[in-house]
């Protein structure tokens, strides 16, 4: 048995606290149902009548307060915006929220978030994001979830900055909180069908919301997004889903509202996604480097190179991804989706959300509140993450480039499928990944007519998840397949990690006069994970020194840490419209044992000396502040809000791509200072229905200590990746009557981002330029919305930019080890989508 601690254990602690936390809950449950009740939830309702209807309400202290009242920096998008725009992917969210960056696709986690130059790995599912989850109040430990669409939508609201007070752990950099819509007072039906004309893809989607009886409401939503050209190949590209990767993903949703009286409500809302493609790799093309050539893929230290085949040019939107080769495709460990499927990648995820809360009244001024989450998801992908590969293979060893006869002695398997043109995919993967999360949090709250009022809480979470993945590393079988099982892949490594989170809260707001408020609090964290990592599969060939055993086991390797986190913030009214305040906060993102450990490599000399530490990754912790201004003017008809910040990120989480041993390497940079000016502004002009708002954003995020990476290079002073110096956006919205029963409506977003950095290895990472793009839309319709058919444009400037970058896998180590061949330097890129023109068909009634 293998144990490994860090830091401080409480793991005693964290039972007998579990327990009369889930014990509080079901008594809190049993005392609310004689009183239940149920209408619109009452987290998400509106204030009082005294409000305009221009008022944008947020959570951000986990209750409603008007945007420009809470002393919080928060970038509210409302539904309308989102639909208006064709909205319905998180990665499109950028163009309204400089210094976001958001990536999607990847095996493991499948996406990452990041926020003002600060973010975590969209491959390796250890990593809790820096950038917070929260779907309609329940922090969603997966990525997964960020590549299914999302519809009927109230409002996103994206929280910068560390909020680990209110939204506790896995929020050292910020909040991405996307709300759903709830079932409304009076019935509505609603409908929307959208084609897209470049990816040639629709969408379709509803939903019937109203009142079953005097004290319940019921809203039932779907949506289907069907898209045959989501990733265009380039010519020549040996697939046999032809020249483009598809994807399809259904989503849909039943929520339950329940006001039996005005001291009880509670909200349930069950969501079911479905989402499958033709891989998992999605917009990830290859730039060639320095060398100006596409590097072959090189293996078996030399006895094998195979013709690369993508063109080198790496923003004209179409990519070079091949089906498995054949020699690697036909045998897998079992069970496994991949078989029978002929090295033809694909994807398949399916996700179930569950979310209950409630709101019982303890007395006129004592609220308690309990949310529950749950999430279940289990998704399987197959794909290549030699990203390119087409034959005719070669060796370069020797004069064997030009005698086919030495490739033919040395890798039989290939040499039997080496055909001009075929599909040499290699490091092809097949994992799994499943996690089931249970969450609960309760608070108290208070409302007193007094000068103070506060709120306590905790917060449990109870995950599994477990990252099964055969593996192609070595690509041994090129030579044969496993001669006692037939399977051609390298390994199957599964790697289950449970978690343990407790944690408790308190914060409080004190009016120390009508124009000067006090706020803060303190959230204690301990958190605990626990991994298991067994090989129940080897490759024969492949037994011996340099590589675990078969039937491999670790034993368990445990992380435990606990954590700190105070805030507090002055708030001073200056007059009705203006706000001022200054906060100082810190952050906290546990550590924990890290999932990218190989047979061959980090695994093997671990399990060889029988220490695991080198798998363990330190917690990230962040320290800092913030001065703003929210300010209304000329009638609150012109917003204007700034605010300054200043952070320093402690241990901050790293993920690198090591291209020599074909591994990821988890990392804790030194230190990263991120600090800037935020700026947004709105404006109701003079003009009727013109409405102009705006976002620029100042950005110094760079290493502020020592950050040796997996290179070796130093990183002390360099920028970090993802954060433009400046970036912004401009948008406008105009709504021309026609007549009493139609409107023209009109709108246009201008987006512009600095140069940044793409990766985190390196002085002279890849850079991606500055960009300017545009968003548009046209639409004729009821003024109502009862109906109106629109033209929406995304991206017009079909700009293609990269979001991370990283070294291709098996390059040819260049000199007399390549044999010839140069050394290689092409890098992998993830990117955006390129342009997309709707067209759409809407109505409610």
């Not at 809480?457 to 690509?475: K, L, S």
């Not at 002390?716 to 990746?721: C, K, L, Q």
């Amino acid at each position: 048995m293998i144990t490994l601690h860090a830091r401080n254990a409480s793991g005693g602690m964290g039972r007998s606290a579990r327990r009369i936390l889930l014990g509080g809950a079901a008594v809190s449950v049993l005392a609310a149902l004689p009183q239940a009740a149920f209408a619109q939830d009452a987290e998400f309702e509106q204030v009082s009548a005294e409000e305009d209807d221009n008022v944008i309400i947020v959570q951000a202290r986990r209750q409603n307060e008007s945007l420009q009242e809470v002393p919080v920096t928060v970038t509210a998008i409302g539904g309308e915006v989102l639909e208006k725009y064709g909205v319905d992917q998180v990665a499109d969210v950028v163009s309204r929220v400089p210094t976001l960056n958001v990536q999607v696709g990847g095996s493991g986690s499948g996406g990452q978030l990041s926020l003002r130059g600060v973010g975590s790995s969209n491959i390796s599912a250890a990593f809790d994001s820096a950038v917070a989850f929260d779907f309609d109040g329940v922090q969603v430990s997966t990525m997964r979830l960020v590549q299914a669409g999302f519809f009927d939508t109230q409002q996103i609201d994206v929280l910068k900055g560390p909020q680990s007070l209110f939204f506790g752990k896995s929020a050292s950099a910020g909040v991405f909180a996307i709300r759903s819509a709830d079932p409304t007072p009076d019935w509505e039906v609603g409908a929307r069908a959208q084609y897209e004309f470049e990816e040639q893809g629709y969408t379709v989607n509803g939903y019937i919301s109203g009142p079953i009886s005097d004290t319940v409401g019921v809203r039932v939503a779907a949506q289907w997004n069907d898209i045959d050209e989501f990733v265009e190949l380039q010519d020549g590209t040996p697939a046999a889903n032809g020249r483009f990767r598809g994807q399809s993903n259904f989503v849909g949703r039943v929520t339950l509202d329940w006001e039996p009286d005005d001291r009880f409500d509670a909200n349930l809302k069950v969501q079911y996604v479905k989402n499958e493609g033709d891989g998992a790799i999605q917009h990830s093309d290859i730039f060639c480097g320095a060398n100006g050539v596409a590097d072959p893929i090189f293996l078996l230290q030399g006895v094998v190179a195979i013709p690369a085949g993508n063109d080198c040019n790496a923003f004209d939107g179409k990519y070079f991804l091949p089906d498995a080769a054949p020699a690697l495709a036909s045998g897998v460990p079992t069970p496994s989706a991949a078989a029978g499927r002929n090295g033809v990648p694909f994807a398949e995820t399916e996700l179930w959300f569950g979310r209950l809360l409630f709101n019982f009244a303890l007395s006129d001024s004592l609220t308690l509140t309990s949310t529950t989450g749950f999430v279940d998801l289990d998704a399987v992908d197959f794909d290549c993450y030699g990203y390119v590969g087409i034959g005719p293979a070669f060796s370069p060893i020797g004069n064997a480039i030009m005698d086919p006869t030495f490739l033919a002695a040395n890798a039989p398997a290939l040499a039997a499928t080496n055909t001009p043109g075929s599909a040499q995919g290699t490091g092809c993967s097949d994992p799994r990944n499943t996690l089931e999360q249970y969450t609960q949090e309760l608070r108290i709250t208070s409302d007193f007519d007094g000068p103070f009022n506060f709120m306590l809480g905790a917060f449990y979470e109870d995950r599994t998840f477990v990252f099964d993945t055969a593996q192609q590393g070595v690509n041994i079988s090129l030579i044969a397949p496993d001669p006692v099982t037939g399977f051609t892949y390298d390994w199957d490594k599964i790697q289950t990690t449970k978690t343990e989170a407790l944690s408790f809260f308190g914060s409080a707001i004190v009016n120390l006069t009508d124009d000067l408020e006090l706020s803060g609090g303190i959230r204690y964290t301990d958190e605990t994970k626990t991994s298991f990592i067994s090989v129940p599969y080897l490759h024969t060939f492949l037994q011996g020194p340099g590589f675990v055993s078969p039937g491999f086991f670790s034993g368990p390797i445990d992380f435990t840490d606990d954590n700190f986190s105070p805030e507090v913030t002055l708030r001073y009214q200056a007059t009705d419209d203006i706000n001022l305040f200054a906060s100082y906060k810190t952050g906290f993102k546990s550590g924990g044992i890290d999932n990218s450990a190989l047979p061959s490599n980090s695994l093997s000399v671990a399990a060889l000396s029988g220490d695991f530490s080198s798998l363990i990754f330190d917690s990230e912790t962040t320290e800092g502040g913030e001065i703003g201004i929210k300010s209304q003017w000329a009638d609150r008809t012109f917003t204007l809000n700034a605010t300054a910040y200043y952070y320093v990120f402690s241990d901050l989480q790293v993920q690198n791509f090591d291209a020599v041993t074909i591994q990821f390497l988890t990392l804790n940079a030194g230190e990263l200072t991120s600090q800037g000016v935020d700026l947004e502004f709105n404006w109701l002009t003079p003009v009727d229905g013109l409405n102009i708002s705006g976002n620029i954003a100042y950005l110094d995020a760079e290493f502020s200590d020592e950050f040796i990476t997996s290179s070796g290079n130093d990183l002390n002073g360099r920028t970090s990746a993802r954060a433009p110096k400046w970036s912004g956006n401009l948008a406008f919205d105009w709504f021309i009557p026609l007549s009493d029963n139609l409107e023209l409506g009109l709108g246009g977003n201008a987006i512009y981002s600095d140069s940044y950095f793409t990766n985190e290895d390196t002085a002279n990472d890849f850079v991606q330029d500055s960009y300017v793009t545009f968003d548009a839309n046209i639409s004729i319709g009821h003024p109502d919305g009862n109906w109106k058919f629109s033209i929406i444009g995304t991206n017009l400037a079909d700009e293609i930019w990269v979001n991370t970058s990283g070294p291709r896998p098996f390059l040819s180590p260049g000199g007399a080890a390549g044999f010839g061949l140069p050394l290689g330097d092409d890098e992998v890129l993830t990117q955006n989508r390129g342009r997309q023109i709707f067209a759409e068909v809407s109505f409610a009634f």
